[in-house]
């Protein structure tokens, strides 16, 4: 059985949506269930300030991914790289144990989207040749 936060979350999911102009865009599949996350960043001086997403997935994967947006919105890049599957699933009251790998799926997306604004993947040079 679900608690209510996880219904609550799943009814009425929070920060749905997608931001214009982002600072960072990762998308997190879970190939175990075919599940999917599409995550937006907006940073600012090192703090979340807004974030938004994209859920292909069943009600605990859309009420983990609502409740990890509202743990890390608001919070710097060093606290957001904290969120685990365990905090986001705990802050719902627990989730059911064939359920607990959804909450892996939004703590994922998120430190990897964290980590990418980080260190970001380096670009190539135009013109530049490839020494491959
Ligand atoms: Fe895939 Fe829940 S069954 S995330």
Redesign the pocket.
């Known amino acids: 059985m679900y608690t209510d936060k996880v219904m609550d979350h799943f009814s009425n999911p929070r920060n749905v949506g997608q931001i214009e102009n982002p600072n960072v865009v990762v998308k997190v599949g ?1 190939p ?4 999917a996350i599409l995550i937006f960043l907006k940073i600012d001086s090192g703090v979340i300030v807004d974030i938004k997403y994209k859920v292909y ?2 009600g ?2 859309i009420a983990t991914t609502s409740m990890a947006s509202t743990m890390v919105k608001g919070r710097t890049l060093e606290e957001a790289l904290e969120i685990t599957d365990e905090s986001v699933a705990a802050a719902l009251g627990g989730l059911p144990e064939t ?1 607990q ?2 909450s892996n ?1 939004a703590a994922t997306a998120i430190r990897a989207a964290v980590t990418r604004y980080m260190h970001p993947p380096e670009e190539k040079v135009a013109g530049q040749a490839d020494p491959h």
Request: include cysteine; hydrophobic fraction near 25%.
């Open positions: 879970d175990g269930c075919g599940d997935g069943c605990a994967a359920k790998h959804c799926l």
